[in-house]
């Protein structure tokens, strides 16, 4: 695995990270008991939420292409 492939998959895990605590926060903060894809709902329709995601890809292939 070369240093670019690395790269890609540490920030997979990092957006993986940030998702599930995302949701567990917006589920802490509605409730659990009301629906549990709830959180996962209102992540999906963040448009703020694929902008970052977005951003973060950009950076880490452009990276991969520079190098």
Known sequence: MDPSDRALLG???IVGA???AIAFAAGALFGFDG????P???LAVEP??????AALL????G???IE
């Open 11 to 13: 920030v997979a895990g």
């Open 35 to 38: 629906s549990a894809t709830r």
């Open 18 to 20: 940030l998702v599930a």
């Open 63 to 65: 990276n991969a292409y």
């Open 48 to 53: 703020l939420t694929w902008i970052v995601i």
């Open 40 to 42: 996962l709902r209102l």
């Open 58 to 61: 950009v950076a880490v292939v």
